[in-house]
């Protein structure tokens, strides 16, 4: 969408046929394109109104039903924070009593509506003129948030009378490729965490992916999940991390939120061992945040391989951590050997689990050419240094 595309889209009669729209349908996208050309309809209004029915469709797992009034970019909405973490976000800067907080990257505006939704002001600041446009769309319903088109780094935070402040950097290139390393964010990740001299109240989201060794040894860093899916990590100083500096995972499943963070002082040892009974599959914000030893600590279990994030007790003690299995079977490796023992099961659904293998699940489903009405699960992973194979099924 261009700026003539955006401009048409907020006239009276453009807001109004974005409003009209039936649900997304990628089917009748088509039909109802040429059905609305033909009654007259601006083709460029058309384009642009389908294509904001479209992210606004996409929008819903990260915004719910805010979604249906708020404007997106593909790259903005791809970087956006989704609305339960934003709350999250918000959270800490109300308890540090931050009087106006500057969100010096706001993207689309999402964080920004999040602090203003708890009463924060925010000076919300956006380089690309057409997306700072669309964060002025998404933060028309709060008087205290101020959108300004501009480098967010150039601000003079004192002046400003900002005294929190929050920046997500692009992780992405040009070409929508992401970035790992910090050092290739927009701005760098250096350049952000300069500012924390002058605020000690600073706030960055980061790529789930950054190394332990980038985190600043004054930083909170927590890596967050939601309903089973890493979607963050966030560095957080001064004011914003009460605890201290420190890794942490915060687990978010459905209303449920589980916190895990480091001890101080070392981080126990996770013994490894044989298979047991059961199976546990830490969730990805746990492993990310290196504090998978806490789980198998939790369960009374032990890890599989000491480089592999599976742990295995003999008793049953679940954790909201983590997903537990009951294990059924184990056997080394093989093609012909799993088709068998899954044929013998009547299995023609299976959901296959992996790591420190290089199988590819879905060329390893068509090998196996499964016929049957059972389901199963299979984790194919490394035991003392030999490829195994378990058959499981949830607790």
């Keep these: 969408m261009d700026a003539a595309g955006l401009t048409q889209l907020l006239s009276p009669d453009g807001w109004a046929l974005l409003g009209a729209l039936p649900p997304y349908d990628e089917s009748r996208a088509m ?27 996409k929008a819903k797992d990260k915004f719910d039903d805010f979604a249906d009034g708020m404007l997106f970019t593909q790259a903005g909405l791809e970087q956006s924070t989704r ?3 934003g709350a999250r976000h918000a959270r800490r800067y109300a308890a540090a009593g931050c009087t106006r907080v500057a969100d010096l990257t706001c993207g689309i505006g999402g964080d920004a ?39 967010g780094l150039a601000l003079d935070l004192a002046a400003e009378g900002i005294d929190g402040v929050f920046s997500d950097p692009a992780r992405r290139s ?9 050092a ?35 930083a909170e860093a927590q890596w967050v999940s939601v309903d089973g899916e890493v979607v963050e990590a966030g560095l957080w100083f001064g004011p914003l991390a009460p605890d201290g500096p420190g890794r942490s995972a915060l687990v978010l499943r459905g209303a449920a939120a589980t916190m895990l963070r480091a001890p101080e002082g070392e981080l126990p040892v996770a013994e490894v061992g044989p298979v047991g009974a059961y199976l546990h599959e830490p ?36 954790s909201d951590l983590a997903t537990s299995y009951r294990v059924l079977d184990v056997m080394p490796f093989g093609l012909k050997r799993l088709r068998t023992a899954l044929r013998e099961r009547g299995v023609g ?47």
């Design 31 to 57: 039909v109802l394109s040429d059905r609305l050309r033909r009654d007259g309809v601006n083709p460029d209004l058309v384009s642009a109104a389908l294509t904001q029915s479209r992210l606004r469709a």
């Design 283 to 318: 969730d990805g914000a746990v492993i990310r945040s290196g504090l998978v030893s806490l789980v198998a600590q939790e369960v009374q279990g032990r890890l599989l391989d000491r480089t592999i994030a599976y742990v295995t007790s003999d008793t049953l003690a679940t």
């Design 349 to 395: 659904r299976l959901t296959i689990k992996k790591r420190g293998t290089a199988v590819v699940p879905e060329q390893l489903r068509k090998q196996l050419d499964l016929r049957g009405d059972a389901e199963a699960t299979v984790v194919l992973t490394r035991i003392a240094g030999s490829q195994q194979v378990l058959v499981v099924e949830p607790v």
């Design 184 to 218: 290739a964010y927009t701005p760098s990740l250096d350049t952000v965490l300069a500012l924390r001299e002058t605020t000690p109240a600073l706030g960055v989201k980061v790529g789930p992916a950054i190394p332990h060794a980038a985190v600043p040894e004054d």
């Design 174 to 182: 040009a070409s929508g490729r992401r970035r790992h390393d910090p």
């Design 83 to 85: 609305l339960v973490v």
């Design 113 to 151: 509506m999040a602090m203003s939704a708890l009463g924060l002001p925010v000076l919300a600041v956006e380089v690309d003129e057409m997306t700072a446009a669309i964060a002025t769309v998404n933060l028309r319903h709060f008087p205290e948030a101020v959108v300004r088109h501009g480098d």
